[in-house]
């Protein structure tokens, strides 16, 4: 079993930067790959930064080049640095694991069912 435990959202001004972290605990197996999701009220969860096994990273194209997303595994803990936040962004950011047993790869196009393990979300939002 995997738990997962973000934190780090917080209400910023359009243009600013944001770092949210997730802190993994259980099976590092379990949770080979993860990534970051967000859901804004009335939409679907959609990906935006993912990292496999093999430590590539994806981004979604609405992010990239403002995205980062990386993991530090002595300390369990995924990051994701957000900079040059938008109004639309404005959403519950979500962090999920999975032991990708297929491929050992994802991309923010996998779907969020199959990922096995969420944590709770944290909320950011932006207003400008």
């Known amino acids: 079993q995997v738990q997962l435990v973000e934190t780090g959202g917080d209400s910023v001004q359009v243009g600013a930067s944001l770092r949210l972290y997730c802190v993994r605990s259980?099976?590092?197996?379990?949770?080979?790959?993860m990534g970051w999701f967000r859901q804004a009220p009335g939409k679907e969860r959609e990906g935006v930064a993912t990292?496999?096994?093999?430590?590539?990273?994806n981004y979604a194209d609405s992010v990239k080049g403002r995205f980062t997303i990386s993991k530090d595994n002595d300390k369990d803990t995924l990051y994701r640095q957000m900079n040059s936040l938008k109004p639309e962004e404005t959403a519950m950011y979500y962090c999920a694991a999975d032991p990708c047993h297929a491929t050992g790869q994802i991309t923010p196009m996998t779907p969020p069912r199959d990922f096995g393990f969420w944590g709770q979300g944290t909320q950011v939002t932006v207003s400008s």
């Open positions: 990292i496999s096994s093999d430590g590539s990273t």
């Open positions: 259980g099976s590092t197996y379990q949770s080979r790959c």
